[in-house]
């Protein structure tokens, strides 16, 4: 069965750092687009950052640029999300996705909460 299995996520104070992870299974995870979205309460789901299949080239939302790093480990089966500085409006649930042509996967996800 494939599965994509989110950790990480907890309570942070502003300003403090996590790091997510994401484990494949059961595909061949290294063929696949990465990418990380997450969900606040009464939002849509949005994209905060991808990275291909190699991690060339990563992208980010405007958002989390300078504050959050993608990365992947093929021979894990992993995609991290590095957040640092983190904020209060970055309090969501955070989901991994990974797609290749017409075959898509999604984790269940994992809350952050930024909260004083």
């Known amino acids: 069965e494939v599965q994509l299995v989110e950790s990480g996520g907890g309570m942070v104070q502003p300003g403090g750092s996590l790091r997510l992870s994401c484990a494949a299974s059961?595909?061949?995870?290294?063929?696949?687009?990465m990418s990380w979205y997450r969900q606040a309460p009464g939002k849509e789901r949005e994209l905060v950052a991808t990275i291909p299949t190699f991690g060339v080239s990563t992208n980010y939302a405007d958002s989390v640029k300078g504050r959050f790093t993608i990365s992947r480990d093929n021979a894990k089966n992993t995609v991290y999300l590095r957040m640092n500085s983190l904020k209060p409006e970055d309090t969501a649930v955070y989901y991994c996705?990974?797609?290749?042509?017409?075959?898509?996967?999604w984790g269940q996800g994992t809350q952050v909460t930024v909260s004083s």
């Open positions: 996705r990974a797609t290749m042509y017409k075959y898509e996967y």
């Open positions: 059961e595909f061949t995870f290294s063929s696949y687009f």
